[in-house]
Structure formats: structure tokens, C-alpha cells
């Protein structure tokens, strides 16, 4: 079983998650962006619940980008395309943009 939950709520508050088997991983999913969460591990069985691993901490990734570039213009010289567009400025609950990503596609 894992229990998590947010920085300042008590442990009383914790989400849990269970697996199935011998499984040794889990993916959390639906964790808010930009918040500190602590996680403890704990086996269980028939007979019940075996005690807490130690808590570990982790800080979730602030949210992506909300908005789309503005104002794509392209360019078309021969077989070659130029594309360029405004950069996008991420809110302040927003990760930094680190790069963009294209999508090509061909009507034949």
C-alpha cells in the first residue's frame, strides 16, 4: 500500500494506493504541479498491514505551458519551409518553456 499526501496535511489525510502481487512500482497520477508530497510504502496480506517504510519527500513539476505559441508565420522558398512564431511566457504557476515541438504533415 502507498500513502501520500501534501506537505501540510496530516497523516490522517493521506490518499493510498494499493497494488496487486509482488509489484514494486507504481505511477501516481493526478498529484497537483508545483507541490511538495511525502510517500511511505507499506507490504500487506491476509493478516493485514506490515509497518511504514520511512517517508521520503518529493516536489512535483510546476505545470506546463497553458498557452500556444502566437502568431505563426512560415515561409516557403523552393523545397525549404521557415517557420517562426512568438515565444511563449509561462504563468507563474507554469514550468519554463525548454523548447518547441513541431508537428509535419503530408498530404499526398
Known amino acids: 500500500m502507498i500513502g501520500y499526501r501534501k506537505d501540510m496535511e496530516q ?4 490518499e493510498t494506493i494499493k497494488t496487486r502481487g509482488n509489484e514494486s512500482s507504481v505511477i501516481l ?18 493478516a493485514g498491514y506490515g509497518p511504514p517504510s520511512s517517508e521520503v519527500s518529493a516536489t512535483t513539476k510546476k505545470s506546463p505551458p497553458s ?4 502568431n505563426l508565420r ?9 517557420l ?5 511566457r509561462p504563468l507563474a504557476n507554469e514550468s519554463e518553456v525548454m523548447g518547441y515541438k513541431a508537428k509535419i504533415s503530408f498530404n499526398d
Open 74 to 82: 512560415w515561409e516557403q522558398q523552393g523545397s525549404q519551409l521557415s
Open 84 to 88: 517562426d512564431w512568438e515565444p511563449v
Open 11 to 14: 497523516e490522517d489525510a493521506a
Open 29 to 46: 497520477t493526478g498529484l497537483e504541479g508545483n507541490t511538495l508530497y511525502h510517500f511511505t510504502v507499506r507490504a500487506y496480506n491476509g
Open 67 to 70: 498557452q500556444a505559441p502566437n
